[in-house]
């Protein structure tokens, strides 16, 4: 990590190359800006590489004076003889670590320094480390690729809608570092048209290609979901496609990329991790009926082909989870994962079924789940499914998760051999319970 002041070319803003791979010297950025700007402390100095010098020796004495590590920068030290008590003068520096920051618009972004940014294919929007570095973000859309720990895939014209068939609209996403375990989507804005009608998303779609587990077609409405995808820490990359039929398909997905040893690592095959004491967790393509509903549903937007977890982050003092449907209304068609609800005339209680007899294609699975009926007798069943979902579902077993289960058999009109119907899907809320 030693500057070698002769590789600094006549041109003094021709200096790319890093001295430490994959690190940017701040002394570099700093000579860089006021070169830039001709300030008078260049027109002095004059010479560009003068300026780094006497950066550094400024650098290296203020961090002799105080070792404390400054946030977002990182004091780096040449790998030396361990018994070399001598102070460095010299060979200290600091660097722009890629942490995370708040842009001038109040979003997330990634801390590096301008030039960095820029050769990545980011956005600078204020300033990090001191004021070292920029908050850098990264937008991407069809065919491109992302190494980065952070990157926004819009369709093309967000946040309007498409106007294009996409035959195939990839964001091909390569590990920022080997150390990479996890990739999540937060779709935060997702509006995809409906399945079709046995409820599988065949002609547009969002798909996930190379991760370690098989994630599921998303279609529909699912502004706010998210999707966890495993991948191995020498994962060469992984591929975000969406398919869209017809135009009218829009979709701002935050892709973030997690460290193995991450606090936001969710375990292995969760497809959702929620990690609050209490939240809500709706099937996908939940939002595209509009509750409180007091008609049955005419169009299946359960989708099909659905089997996944979602988890729950375990915490202490808490022993045990709940669930509940999210509407408490027994009659408002806002729970059905099976059968035909419209022979329940509107305003007649909607039965659900628990137990793994009755409940064989499309259900939620809660290991060791219990309800407690009126007479309060207590009923054990580890799957719940039909037109309505108990008062409560209560569970010790940990870990803590919800699977989702559809078959590939939906029908949007009620199909007497199959005993299903137009379905709606899910939406329950969770709460953590104390010990
Ligand atoms: C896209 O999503 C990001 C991340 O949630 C958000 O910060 C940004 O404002 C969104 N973009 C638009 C144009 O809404
Ligand atoms: C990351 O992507 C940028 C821009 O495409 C490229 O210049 C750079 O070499 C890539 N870095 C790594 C480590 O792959």
Same mark, same amino acid.
Request: proline share 6%; aromatic share 10%; charged share 15%.
């Given at each position: 990590? #030693?500057l ?8 003094g ?6 001295i #430490?791979?994959s690190?940017?010297t701040v002394?570099?950025q700093l000579?860089?800006f006021?070169?830039d700007?001709?300030?008078a402390?260049?027109f002095?100095?004059?010479?560009y590489?003068?300026c780094?010098?006497?950066?550094w ?12 590590k400054i ?5 780096t ?9 001598e102070p460095r003068?010299? $060979?200290? $520096?600091?660097t ?7 842009t001038n618009i109040n979003?997330?972004g990634i801390?590096?320094?301008a030039t960095?940014?820029?050769n990545l ?7 990090c480390?001191?004021g070292?570095?920029?908050c850098?973000t $990264?937008?991407?859309s069809c065919e491109s690729?992302?190494n980065v ?11 309007a809608?498409?106007?294009t ?9 390569y590990?920022?570092n ?8 937060d779709l935060?804005d ?15 779609f969002l798909?996930v ?17 998210h ?12 591929t975000?496609?969406?398919v869209?039929?017809?135009p009218?398909?829009?979709w701002?997905i935050s ?6 040893n ?9 497809l ?6 209490k939240?809500?967790?709706k099937s $996908?393509?939940y939002d595209?009926?509009t ?8 169009a299946t937007?359960?989708l099909?082909s659905?089997v996944?977890? #979602?988890c ?10 709940s ?6 209304? #027994?009659n408002d068609?806002?729970f ?7 022979i ?6 909607l039965?659900?079924k ?7 294609t ?6 060791g ?10 009923i054990?069943a580890?799957r719940?499914c039909?037109?309505?979902f108990?008062?409560k579902?209560?569970?010790s077993?940990q ?5 989702v ?9 009620a199909?007497?051999?199959?005993i ?8 329950v809320d ?6």
């Amino acid at each position: 990590m #030693v500057l070698d002041l002769r590789t600094p070319s006549v041109d003094g803003a021709a200096i790319k190359t890093p001295i #430490v791979e994959s690190e940017t010297t701040v002394c570099l950025q700093l000579a860089h800006f006021l070169d830039d700007r001709q300030t008078a402390v260049t027109f002095f100095i004059m010479k560009y590489y003068a300026c780094v010098v006497a950066c550094w020796a400024l650098l290296a004495v203020v961090g002799r004076a105080t070792p404390a590590k400054i946030e977002g920068l990182e004091q780096t030290q040449e790998i030396g003889d361990v018994n070399d008590r001598e102070p460095r003068l010299f $060979f200290q $520096f600091f660097t722009i670590t890629p942490d995370s920051c708040t842009t001038n618009i109040n979003t997330q972004g990634i801390c590096y320094s301008a030039t960095d940014c820029k050769n990545l294919g980011g956005t600078a929007s204020g300033s990090c480390a001191v004021g070292f570095g920029v908050c850098c973000t $990264f937008s991407r859309s069809c065919e491109s690729s992302t190494n980065v720990s952070q990157t926004l895939f819009q369709n093309p014209g967000y946040p309007a809608a498409t106007t294009t068939v996409l035959d195939a609209c990839r964001l091909k996403v390569y590990p920022v570092n080997s150390n990479i375990c996890q990739i999540r989507l937060d779709l935060t804005d997702f509006s995809f048209p409906q399945p079709d009608i046995e409820g599988e998303c065949v002609t547009d779609f969002l798909q996930v290609i190379g991760g370690v587990t098989n994630t599921p077609l998303i279609c529909g409405e699912n502004f706010g979901q998210h999707l966890y995808v495993d991948v191995s820490p020498d994962f060469g990359s992984v591929t975000i496609n969406v398919v869209a039929s017809a135009p009218g398909a829009k979709w701002n997905i935050s892709v973030t990329q997690i460290e193995c040893n991450s606090e936001n690592r969710a375990p292995a095959g969760c497809l959702q991790y929620f990690t609050n004491t209490k939240g809500t967790i709706k099937s $996908f393509n939940y939002d595209a009926t509009t509750f409180p509903n007091s008609t049955p549903p005419t169009a299946t937007t359960q989708l099909a082909s659905q089997v996944y977890g #979602v988890c729950i982050k375990p915490q202490s003092g808490f022993c045990s989870v709940s669930y509940k449907k999210t509407s408490g209304l #027994v009659n408002d068609y806002t729970f059905s994962t099976t059968g035909d609800a419209s022979i329940y005339p509107p305003g007649d209680p909607l039965p659900g079924k628990a137990g793994s007899a009755d409940c064989t294609t499309d259900y939620l699975m809660i290991l060791g789940g219990t309800i407690t009926d009126a007479n309060y007798v207590v009923i054990s069943a580890d799957r719940y499914c039909g037109f309505n979902f108990p008062s409560k579902v209560e569970t010790s077993v940990q870990p803590f998760v919800l699977y989702v289960v559809t078959d590939a058999q939906e029908t949007t009109y009620a199909d007497s051999q199959l005993i299903d119907g137009p379905n709606v899907g899910f939406s329950v809320d969770y709460r953590m319970q104390a010990c």
